[in-house]
């Protein structure tokens, strides 16, 4: 067996364009390591469908991919539109309306029925992550007349911003909760929680699955001015981080973005919070089968910025090269890990610097495995995990070397899955260290006199959490 070219996890997005088991299958091959599925489209129906296919085709090819729901929250989106997509023009007029119609050039249905009563003559609308730009003419009733600034081509229940309004919008909605259950009957990983804007939202999700007695991985959606502010809060409840750049880069300046990616990212590192870029990483594939060469530079960044995942959207839900997609995104971070350390972009000394001096015995010991890692020529890090934790503390640092994460925990393997260099496998009840051994060896991934680093808690099934690390020689 071998391990992956790159270290980081790729989340692609399953849709019309690739729903269907070959597909899938190539996708995984290619280095999909989260199924995402997006609960704004489809049915319940189809996305169990989805679901099977997934794990099917992960089980055919021996992999471990994890499935994140993505929940579509309270947010105004355009309604069906005939033949599921338009194209607007520049200096066009448009009608945006309430009225329950299925949308063309001319007519557009708004699923937010109090969407006449946020704008006025001479606001800006924006649709689909900003893509295209309306401006107010007149508002009448059920419509709101519209001249197009910036065209495009426009798909069906794509997002509607208009960044001075005061939106009524509850982060969590009753269907948001439906779709919780859902997730929980069919045993999905993680959810991604929806235009958050402060900590109370993730609570709220904490409560309800509580009450359920259901676990479910919570990813935390930074989409949203209040959601920056109030970042560190939900950076604490939740579970992991997705800076979902789309709606951000429309509710806020634009020309912030960059640095506020960067800063968001360096927080959720330090956290040990696996953190997610996503939005038009790939965009160009939607159409095309070779990427714009910003948008290589713009994943390339994401990964030396310290993100943990890199996600596509529409490029593998809708677009025409999905496979190629996925692929590309593997290759771009192949030849970005590769160069970490060399261009100055590697943090290990100066994030351990910044660091409390007083701190868990987990963290002391991540901080020994860092100054062990830059000391000596170590193969492998071998983490024994309950909770997921100690290879999460080690990921933050971005190592060269793979973290073969080990747990009796399938839960705790499937949300290792998102994070940074992390390869986990799932073990019996009270495995111990030779069976480590047997396993790597076994699988091709170690072989004799390789030096590896091993962490490990004290008394073995004794102890409530990692406090020895050893460097040992495979025997």
Request: glycine share 6%; hydrophobic share 40%; proline share 4%.
């Amino acid at each position: 067996m071998q391990l992956p070219s790159h270290k980081t996890k790729i989340i692609a997005t399953i849709g019309p364009a690739s729903r269907q088991r070959s597909t899938i299958e190539k996708m995984i091959e290619a280095g999909m390591s989260v199924t995402r599925i997006n609960f704004s489209h489809g049915t319940f129906e189809e996305h169990t469908k989805t679901i099977e296919l997934v794990r099917d085709a992960a089980e055919k090819l021996g992999r471990r991919v994890a499935i994140l729901g993505d929940l579509p929250g309270l947010k105004m989106r355009v309604g069906k539109l005939k033949g599921d997509s338009i194209t607007l023009r520049k200096g066009e007029k448009v009608v945006l309306t309430t009225r329950d119609v299925e949308g063309d050039e001319t007519t557009i249905p708004v699923e937010f029925k109090d969407f006449p009563k946020l704008v006025s003559k001479g606001d800006t609308i924006y649709l689909s992550d900003g893509y295209i730009m309306l401006r107010v003419e007149e508002v009448k009733g059920n419509d709101v007349e519209c001249v197009v600034v910036n065209g495009g081509i426009l798909f069906s229940h794509k997002g509607i911003n208009i960044p001075k309004a005061n939106l009524p919008i509850e982060a969590i909605t009753p269907r948001d909760l439906e779709i919780i259950e859902f997730a929980i009957e069919h045993g999905i990983d993680a959810i991604g929680l929806s235009f958050v804007g402060s900590v109370y939202d993730v609570l709220k999700v904490k409560s309800f699955l509580a009450k359920k007695n259901a676990e479910l991985f919570i990813i935390a959606k930074i989409e949203r001015p209040d959601a920056v502010r109030n970042f560190d809060e939900i950076l604490n409840a939740a579970d992991g981080i997705m800076v979902a750049r789309g709606d951000l880069g429309v509710e806020m300046p634009i020309e912030k973005l960059p640095i506020m990616q960067k800063q968001l990212i360096k927080k959720a590192n330090l956290a040990a919070k696996p953190v997610i870029t996503a939005t038009q990483m790939l965009v160009s594939m939607t159409t095309e089968k070779i990427p714009r060469r910003a948008e290589v530079t713009d994943v390339a960044n994401a990964i030396l910025d310290g993100t943990d995942a890199v996600m596509l959207s529409e490029e593998t839900a809708i677009g025409k090269y999905p496979v190629e997609a996925v692929e590309m995104m593997a290759k771009i971070a192949k030849a970005t890990e590769e160069y970490r350390e060399s261009l100055g972009y590697s943090r290990l000394r100066s994030w351990i610097e910044s660091l409390p001096q007083k701190s868990t015995i987990k963290e002391a010991i991540t901080r020994s495995v860092i100054d062990a890692l830059c000391a000596i020529d170590i193969k492998y890090i071998l983490t024994p995990t309950k909770t997921g934790l100690t290879p999460r503390l080690i990921s933050r640092f971005k190592p060269k070397q793979w973290i073969l994460a080990f747990s009796s925990n399938e839960k705790v393997c499937n949300n290792l899955a998102f994070s940074y260099g992390v390869y986990p496998s799932h073990m019996d009840e009270g495995f111990t260290e030779k069976d480590i051994i047997m396993l790597v060896k076994g699988l091709g991934i170690a072989k004799e006199d390789d030096t590896v680093l091993l962490t490990e808690g004290k008394p073995i099934g004794k102890t409530v959490g990692t406090n020895t690390m050893r460097i040992f020689q495979i025997p």
